[in-house]
């Protein structure tokens, strides 16, 4: 079993019992107790557990997270994420191979792209999935893996592994937070694991993100801002923090919101 095979069984192990322990685990996965403590070291830094004497523990703040449905958060800012969308739909051009995550924004990106002739599109959303199927002339690779039902995405070692094979052209990824400290964030950790590996197979990254994520911390951070070329928001979106997020090199698209929503 891989690292990151083992890594995600033991999150699958804290989430169904809320702790762990090395001897345990010791056992389960037939590796050194050393090897045990480096994935717990790991998961540490992600900031998911606490270690305690012979184990870890869930974190207070993971045990009371919870995410709306993609459906619910689709209607959240529909306009203004429609706008991103439609801005990042643009860059889009024939030929390419573009990367989808699943989240609100990109699906209403999907719904935008059935003009676009010889497209392949890649992707772990079901629904971003069935949005691109309207373009009758788009290859579409949906990647397998486990199903979490509240976003309609498949995430796990399967789908990382399949990412791996792709260069794209583009990735366009949703967020669940924007923090000057941590970067872009996400609320689930299998998704920031797929994420990260989105990040590694696009040639330009491109983020989607509506006013309503800025200066909110996800869960775990899937990417630094160095590692991003765009962030396309709204002119809902604070300046001030616009500009900060400018000076680390991304190129931050801000899109107009005429008689829309405030913030």
Known sequence: MIVIQRRNKIKERLFESRSVKVSDLVREFNVSEETIRRDLNQLEREGLIKKNYGGAILTEEIENISTPPVQQRKLQHYEEKMAIAKKAAELVQEQQIIILDSGSTTWCMASLLRGVPNLMVVT???????????????????????????????????????????????????????????????????????????????????????????????????????????LITSDLTDGDTIKEIEKFGVNVIVCPMRGGESP
Do not use: W
């Open 124 to 230: 772990n959303g079901i629904n971003v999935a069935e949005e691109c199927s309207h373009n009758e002339d788009a290859a579409i690779f949906l990647l397998g893996g486990k199903l979490i039902k509240k976003s309609m995405s498949l995430v796990g070692p399967q789908a990382e592994i399949e990412l791996h094979k792709y260069n794209a052209h583009y990735a366009f990824l949703g967020v669940s937070g924007i923090s000057l400290r941590k970067g872009f964030t996400s609320s689930d950790i299998y998704e920031a694991e797929i994420k990260r590996a989105m990040v590694a197979s696009g040639q330009r990254i491109v983020i989607l993100a509506d006013h309503s994520k800025f200066m909110r911390q996800g869960l775990v951070a899937f990417s630094s801002f160095q590692d991003v070329d765009m």
